[in-house]
């Protein structure tokens, strides 16, 4: 096999830098010395982004209906790309549609599909990193899924706008150009899924969304964002880790178990929690009222969860502040686990993946809120 053909297999199959070397290896010396420079840079230069898109903002367009109005989805991801300029002289991208909601109905089944596509892409080497279009309204839900199931560190960074295609102040453009730059950059390389929205990158325990319609509405309370990228630069203030995140594996029926949540409030009674029971919730998250509290008659509830063998977590409705065990609460006895600084969406995502996974002693799963296990 001569060099060329050798270079050109290099080019088309991987695009990777370790593969062109192993190109060059299986070449004699002298046919090596024959690899121009540019090849090498261009395909060092040029990483591979598998583009998936589900809907959102993003790819919306402005709705004349009214001043913010606008139509979800319009936009399909390869069109998305050909509308960022210079988007395409930082990574070679390929987009795909997996799906084209607004972020309000994502399911199990396109977060399934999505995790089995991601592993694919990066089993049989077909990109480098992946990216996301996503609305914005349960992003932080879906980073936080994939956060959990996905076993490669390549970057996988998701994405969103508050602005619509069309809107006087639009700001898909410039953040899926800066999703793109996260993506390739080598420094993003082993921490695996984060979230970039607005000039900053967030981790996806961390983030959630706390503006219904400013252009920041994202942030991560407890943490800070873990990095912050401009068209220029991509700079991460805290190191990778990976402490935190269980590597679960994909439900095999293909369907997340039910988990509830019940928001707390004044006057709560115990309700809606025995109605989840009566449903067949496998768990049940109360988004409680300041420390994870709630009244006397949701806990006794909570208790005929528990009894029943039901996961019962105690979440906070507030935005930051960790819930800790046995402060008001003594969950050692009740047999409940405290969410730390998990919020509700993300409390119940983590519960469900736990009870696929067949894991619903208290103990246990207390120790994979708390990413010691
Ligand atoms: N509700 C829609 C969604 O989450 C639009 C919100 C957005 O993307 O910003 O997809």
Same mark, same amino acid.
């Given at each position: 096999?001569?060099?060329?053909?050798?270079?050109?297999?290099?080019?088309?199959?991987?695009?990777?830098?370790? @593969?062109?070397?192993?190109? @060059?290896?299986?070449?004699?010396?002298?046919?090596?010395? =024959?690899?121009?420079?540019?090849?090498?840079?261009? !395909?060092?230069?040029?990483?591979?982004?598998?583009?998936?898109?589900?809907?959102?903002?993003?790819?919306?367009?402005?709705? /004349?209906?009214?001043?913010?109005?606008?139509?979800?989805?319009?936009?399909?991801?390869?069109?998305?790309?050909?509308? !960022?300029?210079?988007?395409?002289?930082?990574?070679?991208?390929?987009?795909?549609?997996?799906?084209?909601?607004?972020?309000? =109905?994502?399911?199990?089944?396109?977060? @399934?599909?999505?995790? +089995?596509?991601?592993?694919?892409?990066?089993?049989?080497?077909?990109?480098?990193?992946?990216?996301?279009?996503?609305?914005?309204?349960?992003?932080?839900?879906?980073?936080?899924?994939?956060?959990?199931v996905l076993h490669s560190d390549k970057p996988v960074v998701l994405v969103g706008s508050m602005r619509p295609g069309g809107s006087t102040s639009a700001d898909g453009p410039n953040n899926l150009y800066e999703a793109v730059e996260v993506a390739a950059s080598p420094q993003s390389r082993g921490r695996g899924v984060m979230v970039v929205m607005n000039d900053q990158i967030h981790a996806p325990r961390w983030i959630t969304k706390t503006n219904t319609t400013a252009v920041q509405a994202f942030a991560s309370p407890n943490a800070g964002a873990i990095g912050y990228v401009d068209p220029a630069s991509v700079r991460f203030v805290m190191?990778?880790?990976?402490?935190?995140?269980?590597?679960?594996?994909? /439900?095999?029926?293909?369907?997340?178990?039910?988990?509830?949540?019940?928001?707390?409030?004044?006057?709560?009674?115990? +309700?809606?929690?025995?109605?989840?029971?009566? =449903?067949?919730?496998?768990?049940?998250?109360?988004?409680?009222?300041? =420390?994870?509290?709630?009244?006397?008659?949701? @806990?006794?509830?909570?208790?005929r969860a528990a009894a029943k063998g039901i996961v019962v977590v105690r979440s906070t409705r507030l935005v930051s502040g960790f819930v800790n065990r046995n402060v008001e609460v003594d969950d050692d006895k009740r047999g409940f686990v405290a969410s730390l600084d998990l919020n509700p969406q993300k409390a119940r995502l983590l519960t469900q993946l736990l009870v696929a996974n067949g894991v619903t002693d208290p103990f246990k799963v207390q120790q994979a809120f708390s990413g010691t296990w």
């Open positions: 096999m001569s060099i060329n053909t050798i270079n050109r297999k290099a080019l088309r199959l991987c695009g990777s830098a370790a @593969l062109l070397i192993a190109a @060059l290896a299986a070449g004699t010396g002298a046919q090596a010395a =024959d690899v121009s420079s540019q090849q090498a840079s261009a !395909v060092t230069a040029m990483p591979r982004v598998l583009l998936l898109a589900t809907g959102g903002t993003i790819s919306g367009t402005a709705d /004349p209906r009214s001043a913010i109005g606008y139509n979800s989805g319009n936009v399909k991801g390869q069109e998305l790309v050909r509308g !960022v300029p210079g988007i395409d002289k930082l990574a070679s991208i390929n987009a795909e549609q997996i799906s084209n909601v607004g972020s309000q =109905d994502m399911n199990d089944k396109i977060w @399934l599909q999505l995790a +089995r596509r991601i592993d694919e892409a990066f089993e049989r080497n077909e990109a480098d990193a992946v990216v996301i279009t996503h609305g914005t309204d349960t992003i932080e839900e879906t980073a936080f899924f994939l956060n959990n190191p990778a880790v990976q402490s935190a995140r269980a590597a679960l594996s994909l /439900p095999a029926n293909g369907q997340l178990p039910r988990v509830d949540i019940v928001y707390a409030h004044s006057n709560m009674d115990g +309700r809606q929690i025995d109605h989840a029971i009566a =449903d067949g919730a496998k768990g049940i998250v109360v988004a409680g009222e300041g =420390d994870g509290d709630m009244s006397k008659e949701a @806990l006794a509830a909570l208790d």
